[in-house]
């Protein structure tokens, strides 16, 4: 299964939280503080980003 999402959709999922961000995927939750984290958490589950 090829799994896409597009990199701006995901920077709108973060919620912020004080010093960082909650950002949950595929039902796995993390807290970052840098947005660009998030491409490496799709990439480890899997996704392909477009930009």
């Known amino acids: 299964m090829v799994k896409t999402a597009t990199f701006e959709a995901l920077l709108e999922s973060l919620q912020e939280d004080?010093?960082?961000y909650?950002?949950?995927?595929?039902?796995k939750?993390?807290?970052?503080?840098?947005?660009?984290?998030v491409?490496?958490?799709a990439e480890?589950?899997?996704y392909i980003?477009?930009?």
């Not at 909650?22 to 039902?27: D, M």
């Not at 939750?29 to 984290?37: A, F, H, K, L, S």
């Open 18 to 20: 004080g010093d960082g």
């Open 44 to 46: 480890s589950h899997g």
């Open 22 to 27: 909650l950002f949950t995927l595929e039902g």
């Open 39 to 41: 491409r490496a958490i």
């Open 29 to 37: 939750q993390y807290r970052i503080t840098d947005r660009d984290e």
């Open 49 to 51: 980003l477009i930009y």
